[in-house]
């Protein structure tokens, strides 16, 4: 079992940026892949980003790369996400999420890999 806590959303005028940190519970959290998702007002969940059990690759949806970075510490069994060049259409609630390794390469975006969501924190990026 993963709990995952979500932190560091808010409110930022675009072109700005913001970090968000999911803490993981659990003593196999370095086991695992993580994944961010992020869902818009009535609007699918999509996928953001993604980082293998340890850290060596990371995945991104192609609206997001260069902007976006991912990265964990699993000494501390978190991971990041880090948000820069915000645009309105980043806004969104963002969850993080956790699966099992497995072939993470083949299906990073695949929804229903992951076994552990969080609550998810709110991104609002304002024009």
């Known amino acids: 079992q993963v709990h995952l806590a979500e932190s560091g959303g808010g409110l930022v005028q675009a072109g700005g940026s913001l970090r968000l940190s999911c803490a993981a519970s659990?003593?196999?959290?370095?086991?695992?892949?993580m994944g961010w998702f992020r869902q818009a007002p009535g609007k699918e969940r999509e996928f953001v980003a993604a980082?293998?059990?340890?850290?060596?690759?990371?995945y991104y949806a192609d609206s997001m790369k260069g902007r976006f970075t991912i990265s964990r510490d699993n000494a501390k069994n978190m991971v990041y996400l880090q948000m820069n060049s915000l645009k309105p259409e980043d806004t969104a609630v963002y969850y993080c999420?956790?699966?099992?390794?497995?072939?993470?390469?083949?299906?990073?975006?695949?929804?229903?890999?992951?076994?552990?969501w969080g609550q998810g924190t709110q991104v609002t990026a304002s024009s």
């Open positions: 999420a956790a699966r099992p390794s497995g072939n993470l390469r083949a299906n990073p975006h695949d929804q229903s890999e992951y076994l552990y």
């Open positions: 659990g003593r196999t959290f370095s086991s695992y892949a």
């Open positions: 980082i293998s059990s340890i850290g060596i690759s990371t």
